[in-house]
Every structure is written in C-alpha cells, then in structure tokens.
C-alpha cells in the first residue's frame, strides 16, 4: 500500500515562498506520475502541478505557472513543490497524489490519481 506523507505547509506573508514535500513509501515511486493538487475551504479540488515519472515532462495550472516548480527525486522517494511570489488566493490545503499507471504526459484529472495524502496547509496572509 502506497503512503504519501506531505510537509512544508505553514504561513507566510504575500510574496513569500514556501517549499513542499511529499516522501512516498510502500511503493515503486519512481514509476508513478506525481501531481500536486489544493483545496480551499468551501471550494473543490484543483489541479496545481504534475511530473512524470523521468522528470522529462511536467505541467501547471496556468494559477501558478512561473511562480510554482514541481520536481522529484526518484533515490530519496520525493517530490517536491517549490512556491514562490505566494498570493492570499493561494492559501489551501495541499495534497500530493500518485498516479500508478504508465504515462508520458502526467495529468490533470483527479480522477487518474491512485493515492493521495492527507496534505499540508499553506496560508498566506496579507
């Protein structure tokens, strides 16, 4: 069984930056996709960043392009998501997800993801 366990998450002030961290275990994980996904309160889930398994492709939501950078380290089980430039309307709860199926492109759909942790918060303030 898959366990992603994410940190990072806390407060900051606008403009700042903040690095997640999703570490897997129970798994192969550098065979997975990994996506990051965030959920506001009252709002639903939505997609913020994914990379496959070679770290060759990657993409974002177009909310955070050029201000969030996904990576991973295959030999350290991990996948990280760096936050730069935060706005308040990025404050939410981040989960990371792995998608277990062969993929070239990682996606956007929620749906395509097998595991999900319990996520980190990330509140921005103003």
């Known amino acids: 069984q898959v366990q992603l366990v994410e940190s990072g998450g806390g407060l900051v002030q606008v403009g700042g930056s903040l690095r997640l961290s999703c570490t897997a275990s129970?798994?192969?994980?550098?065979?997975?996709?990994m996506g990051w996904f965030r959920q506001a309160p009252g709002k639903g889930r939505e997609f913020v960043a994914a990379?496959?398994?070679?770290?060759?492709?990657?993409d974002y939501a177009d909310s955070v392009k050029g201000r969030y950078t996904i990576s991973r380290d295959n030999a350290k089980n991990t996948v990280y998501l760096q936050m730069n430039s935060l706005k308040p309307e990025d404050s939410a709860d981040y989960h990371c997800?792995?998608?277990?199926?062969?993929?070239?492109?990682?996606?956007?759909?929620?749906?395509?993801?097998?595991?999900w942790g319990q996520g980190t918060q990330v509140t921005v303030s103003s």
């Open positions: 990379i496959s398994r070679n770290s060759h492709n990657t």
């Open positions: 129970g798994g192969t994980f550098s065979t997975y996709t």
């Open positions: 997800a792995a998608d277990k199926r062969f993929r070239i492109f990682p996606g956007r759909n929620e749906y395509e993801y097998d595991h």
